[in-house]
């Protein structure tokens, strides 16, 4: 307790001003990389100008663009009031709004994180179940009841203070979280490799070229879930990129016994910044990989999108008895599909 109370001590001590100022102007940089980002996300779900992105997984990606918004419109703006007042020596802004929404925000972008990397699994172990398990109604319901959830956890701040509760957060919410995000994905892209076997060996016996273009699709499939896959693999990257050396801070901040106040302040304001940059980068990390996003993107901003053809290429047998190639063109920008014999 003696090196909880050593931080408490410093808490007592107003940081240095050059820090507040730092801690400010970064906020509003992060204002201006957050809200465009996240507000086109959301605009593009639920504006759905092509009618493709109003399915259960963009629900969840909804659910983590509004909470990314929430942080550039509300949060940043707090930061900024709050560390300018600070360095100016006013008392406008209780440092408790802050210290609240940092939890609330962090909490329910966790949740969602998980339940994006649970729809993934469900969809590629189990493609049938998951049209009958994984509706659009459901996915929404679960999105209000990660807002629920993060918002009663969240008070339990009130009780414990920001240094302790961190503590917690850190090991409770964020150690496990990275656990089982870790253990989902390995078996995701097990069962990715699986059925890119299956379905490449069952296509080289196919024997008609109706079946043959069945299978393809199939492919084409796969190969979507292949890319949300990765996109998601890229936010969680991320995730444990900002996280991880926010989590090192909280132990710091907890156990440092020699640490200075000057460091016990800056390791506060760091770690903070850190996690609120996820919100900002998350956007461009998944969004513009996924080619409806794309699509939706340059009809709302009037850019003409650069057509990009990938192919997929495999040989088969056909009724005749003669070995016959297949080649799947799909233009990624618009997200049309072709399957066309070669």
């Known amino acids: 307790m003696a090196l909880a109370s050593s931080s408490s001590i410093c808490s007592n001590i107003g940081p240095p001003k050059a820090l507040s100022y730092f801690t400010a102007s970064f ?19 639920i504006k759905d100008p092509f ?29 900024v009031a709050f560390h300018t007042s600070e360095a100016l020596q006013l008392d406008i802004v209780d440092i408790k709004i802050l210290h609240i929404l940092y939890f609330i925000l962090c909490t329910a972008s966790i949740l969602t994180l998980m339940a994006l990397t649970v729809d ?20 929404i319901l679960t999105s209000l ?29 964020v150690l496990s ?26 296509g080289e016996m196919e024997s008609t070229k109706s079946d043959v273009q069945e299978n393809q699709k199939t492919l084409i499939n796969a190969k979507k879930d292949s890319k949300a896959v990765k996109a998601l693999m890229i936010v969680l990257l991320a995730f444990f990129a900002s996280f991880t050396p926010a989590c090192v801070m909280i132990y710091l901040l907890n156990f440092c016994s020699g640490c200075s106040c000057v460091l016990i302040h800056w390791l506060r304001d760091l770690q903070f910044l850190i996690v609120l940059c996820n919100s900002g980068i ?19 901003l009037h850019l003409k999108a650069r057509t990009r053809i990938s192919d997929i290429t495999t040989t088969s047998v056909n009724a005749a008895g003669k070995r016959e190639t297949i080649q799947i063109s799909k233009k990624l920008s618009g997200g049309d599909e072709r399957i066309s014999p070669v």
């Open 27 to 45: 906020s509003v940089f992060l204002m201006i990389l957050t809200i465009p980002g996240n507000f086109l996300i959301c605009l593009a779900i």
């Open 51 to 79: 009618r493709n992105l109003k399915t259960p997984f963009n629900y969840f990606l909804l659910s983590l663009a509004t909470t990314d918004l929430v942080v550039g419109t509300i949060m940043d703006p707090v930061s």
């Open 120 to 139: 993934r699994y469900v969809a590629v172990s189990s493609p049938v179940k998951y049209k009958i398990m994984v509706t659009s109604k459901r996915a």
């Open 145 to 173: 009841l990660i807002w629920v959830a993060a918002l009663g956890f969240s008070f339990v701040y009130f009780k414990l203070g920001f240094i302790f509760y961190s503590f917690i957060f850190a090991n409770t919410a």
């Open 177 to 202: 979280t990275c656990g089982v995000l870790i253990f989902v994905h390995v078996g995701i892209l097990k069962r990715l490799r699986q059925r890119s076997r299956y379905w490449r060996k069952r």
């Open 282 to 300: 998350n956007p461009y990390l998944y969004a513009w990989r996924l080619p409806q996003f794309k699509r939706a993107f340059y009809k709302f």
